[in-house]
């Protein structure tokens, strides 16, 4: 299975590995600085998993989740998979 194309899903930006994310102290947060994309959204500093992601470009915030964008024929073979997986009704 390959990556995921990891893209901001309001505006498609893409962050390169020099982004940086701020643990945001006004929000309890540590105040540590680094790629969010590196810890699926966990701060390095203080452990805590960061369920929204706010895009540098258009400045909105996301799910962190929903900024994982695997490739369509992966997914359709995972449907497949798991339809192969299902008990028949028949």
Known sequence: MSEPQIYCPQCAWRPLGTSRWVCARQMGGCNTSWNTFWTGGVCPGCSYRWEITACHACKRYSLHKDWYHWP?????????????????SR
């Open 72 to 88: 369509e024929t992966e997914q359709h073979e995972s449907e497949h998979q798991l339809e192969a997986e299902q008990p028949s």
